[in-house]
Nanobody, 115 residues
Framework: QVQLVESGGDLVQPGGSLRLSCAAS????????MGWYRQAPGKQRELVAT???????NYADSVKGRFTITRDNAKNTVYLQMNSLKPEDTAVYYC?????????WGQGTQVTVSS
């Protein structure tokens, strides 16, 4: 069983920045395939970014050049640095882990971009 705890969500003005964190349980974290997803009100959950155990990354077109996903295996933590935030980035952001054919989700953290 893998537990994921997100933090860092907040209210921020357009053009601002936030860093989300996701702390994961388990001694095999370095082998987890990690990702961030988001769900805006009335919309389906969508992929934001992923990072493999080897550090390869992938981003949704809507966030390329603005968001960066990283991981710190020593801290069992994955981060999402979000810059140049837009109102359309407003959503609940969820951390996701995939390991040994099982998928795990965090409880989500709210990001609101508004003036």
């Amino acid at each position: 069983q893998v537990q994921l705890v997100e933090s860092g969500g907040d209210l921020v003005q357009p053009g601002g920045s936030l860093r989300l964190s996701c702390a994961a349980s388990g001694s095999a974290f370095r082998n987890y395939f990690m990702g961030w997803y988001r769900q805006a009100p009335g919309k389906q959950r969508e992929l934001v970014a992923t990072i493999t155990s080897g550090g390869s990354t992938n981003y949704a077109d809507s966030v390329k050049g603005r968001f960066t996903i990283t991981r710190d295996n020593a801290k069992n933590t994955v981060y999402l640095q979000m810059n140049s935030l837009k109102p359309e980035d407003t959503a609940v952001y969820y951390c996701n882990a995939y390991y040994t054919r099982l998928e795990y989700w965090g409880q989500g953290t709210q990001v609101t971009v508004s003036s």
